[in-house]
């Protein structure tokens, strides 16, 4: 029996902040894997455990929405409220990709659908090897690093903002934009309530994109945002809160997987050393690393849906309108799924993961992720001989986009 006080920690960010709650999440697939959960603010939801039932929710535009009360699980009422939450009346308005319900998702989406390709992306490779030589050059081997902040953060950051052509100026103030908007409720970004926080992340960034797309609009540069700038879909360009949002879309989306699978995979190899010996003895395994780094973390824990319609499962009735959350974090982890979930192995083969979510709304920097987290990991393997953890990691409050904030750590050359 799931109780009530286990149904509130999955809408706490500090008890995520102590790692994923694996043991609830094992206990609800095995016991209620379609579990009618308390909510914090009287909005009550269906939490979705097991991998077949997350692929099935997030597989089917047809019978659930991600537009009507946005993808992420509020942790209070006024994060829903358009009339409080600039992102809520964004969300609802359709206003940006990941909440878009087809056709016009369709349409929108496949405005880029040939620029992140797996032949576009590879076409990155040498500009990618390039920023992470960079970045892998400033560290000093001798000294005790952060790796998030100073490897594993930088790396996605100068690659969304190179692809966006954003002025490197720029770069720290959006990047802690980033920060409040996915962890509203961490202290260390916090400048205020969860929501305060929230708007002035989302409001500042987007009001960045808009500025920057409206004045390259028309223009003829080959970056992503000259790009969004110049989308017409039915005829009509985008509108200007459009415009802004998706190009947040893309600052948040660029640096959330890979800096927090970077971060969580060189943390397991720096507590495992022997697999991280048995990478540097068989670079092939350099092809299965990256989604064993990003099935391990699951950078985003939850995606959220509403019925459109009544739906029977397990039993039981989703009635239209009910909000439906799909923990990845759980799927990812479900044995019915994965041989020995619970064991990180840069070898894995058969490794379904739904990181990227699934279905029409499968991320689609998916292909970028895995380059930059195969090449930077190339070239530690290449340059360090041995990895040292100096303390405890710290991860941030947060109940969807899930990751570390600080992670002291050392890198060895070999002697």
């Known amino acids: 029996m799931i109780s009530e006080e286990e149904d509130l920690k999955l809408m706490d960010g500090a008890f995520f902040a102590q790692g994923y709650p694996y043991d609830l999440f094992r206990k609800m697939r095995d016991e209620d894997p379609l579990h009618w959960t308390k909510g914090k603010f009287g909005r009550d939801y269906w939490s979705v455990t097991r991998h077949a039932d997350v692929q099935k929710i997030l597989g089917d535009t047809e019978r659930f929405s991600s537009q009507r009360w946005g993808v992420s699980l509020p942790t209070s009422a006024e994060m829903v409220d358009p009339s409080k939450s600039e992102h809520a009346r964004l969300q609802q308005a359709g206003a940006m990709l990941p909440t878009l319900d087809p056709p016009r998702h369709t349409v929108a989406r496949g405005k880029f659908t040939a620029r992140f390709s797996p032949r576009a992306i590879n076409q990155l490779e040498d500009k990618v090897r390039q920023v ?135 943390l397991e190899l720096a507590r495992n050393p022997a697999e991280y010996q048995r990478l540097r003895n068989d670079r092939s395994l350099l092809k299965t690393l990256p989604d064993e780094f990003i099935r391990w973390a699951t950078p985003v824990a939850h995606l959220m849906r509403t019925a459109k319609c009544d739906v029977e499962m397990h039993g039981k009735t989703i009635r239209e309108g009910d909000w439906v959350v799909s923990w990845m974090a759980s799927a990812n982890r479900d044995e019915r799924a994965f041989q020995e979930p619970d064991m990180f192995d840069v070898g894995r083969r058969q490794n379904p993961h739904v990181s990227f979510g699934y279905g029409p709304h499968f991320c689609l920097g998916a292909w970028l992720g895995r380059l930059q987290i195969r090449t930077i990991m190339g070239l530690i393997l290449d340059r360090f001989e041995t990895l040292e953890l100096r303390g405890e990691p710290e991860s941030v409050a947060s109940i969807q986009f899930c990751g570390m904030k600080h992670l002291p750590f050392a890198l060895h050359e070999q002697a």
Not at 179 to 208: A, D, W
């Open 132 to 266: 992470a030589s960079e970045i892998l050059d400033s560290v000093d081997p001798s000294k005790q690093i952060d790796f998030v902040l100073d490897v594993a953060a930088r790396l996605p950051t100068s690659m969304i903002f190179t692809i966006m052509d954003i002025p490197r100026e720029d770069w720290p103030m959006l990047f802690h934009y980033t920060n409040m908007h996915t962890c509203p409720e961490e202290p260390e970004f916090s400048i205020g309530t969860p929501l305060e926080t929230r708007q002035k992340g989302v409001q500042g960034s987007i009001n960045y994109c808009r500025e920057l797309g409206l004045r390259r609009r028309g223009g003829s540069g080959a970056d992503l945002i000259t790009q969004i700038a110049q989308i017409e879909i039915d005829g009509k360009l985008l509108s200007d809160d459009e415009l802004g949002f998706l190009g947040h879309m893309f600052i948040v989306g660029g640096q959330e997987t890979t800096r927090n699978s970077l971060s969580a995979g060189m």
